[in-house]
T-cell receptor, first 113, second 113 residues
Framework: SQTIHQWPATLVQPVGSPLSLECTVE??????LYWYRQAAGRGLQLLFY??????ISSEVPQNLSASRPQDRQFILSSKKLLLSDSGFYLC????????????FGPGTRLTVL | QKEVEQNSGPLSVPEGAIASLNCTYS??????FFWYRQYSGKSPELIMS????GDKEDGRFTAQLNKASQYVSLLIRDSQPSDSATYLC?????????????FGQGTRLTINP
């Protein structure tokens, strides 16, 4: 069966510090991978998606970036965090089929102070 | 802008009753529709997928789709306190050659014992 991992689970960072969140998927090959952010009391905002190694599409211009160095690894980064970057960061995967059924990881709760 | 609309609630239902959650969407080309359940502080969990008009039943859950009216709903029969959560409607849309899920803001459901 497929499993998706995210770490860390929680993170408290000062404004201006760097960020690296990691997501890995087990039990499937060549998945589509997604990064979402959910601000407190708000809906899911798609940040990045990837259909393959090294292929990243950005949905929202901001100070975040994403990379996919391996087939089942997806990394979200920032060089300098802003207060507005606080939120619940979710990684999701789907298979390369037309229905795009997505499954979410446990998430990382980021607080920027 | 492709949109998914849900009543944010809160929706309060007595235990044992039927909870009815509704969602409308703007993209007539959408082919797949999903309901996610999200407990407070947790990540979304996929509970129902529906791809064709009509009803789809899975245990106490029934998803209903009407593509002509651009309407999808979720019925929860014999509601239990453990069903108290936020329910997210998601619609698959194709944009710039990629398939993406567009999420509604979610409906907060409370089941009263």
């Amino acid at each position: 069966s497929q499993t998706i991992h995210q770490w860390p689970a929680t993170l408290v960072q000062p404004v201006g510090s760097p960020l690296s969140l990691e997501c890995t998927v087990e039990g499937t090959s060549n998945p589509n991978l997604y990064w979402y952010r959910q601000a407190a009391g708000r809906g899911l905002q798609l940040l990045f998606y990837s259909v393959g190694i090294g292929q990243i599409s950005s949905e929202v211009p901001q100070n975040l970036s994403a990379s996919r160095p391996q087939d089942r690894q997806f990394i979200l980064s920032s060089k300098k965090l802003l207060l507005s970057d606080s939120g619940f960061y979710l990684c999701a995967w789907s298979t390369q089929v037309r229905y795009n059924e997505q499954f979410f990881g446990p998430g990382t709760r980021l607080t920027v102070l | 802008q492709k949109e998914v609309e849900q009543n944010s609630g809160p929706l309060s239902v007595p235990e044992g009753a039927i909870a009815s959650l509704n969602c409308t969407y703007s993209d007539r080309g959408s082919q797949s529709f999903f309901w996610y359940r999200q407990y407070s502080g947790k990540s979304p969990e996929l509970i129902m997928s529906i791809y064709s008009n009509g009803d789809k039943e899975d245990g106490r859950f029934t998803a209903q789709l009407n593509k002509a009216s651009q309407y999808v709903s979720l019925l929860i029969r014999d509601s239990q306190p453990s069903d108290s959560a936020t329910y997210l409607c998601a619609v698959n849309s194709r944009s710039q050659g990629a398939q993406k899920l567009v999420f509604g803001q979610g409906t907060r459901l409370t089941i009263n014992p």
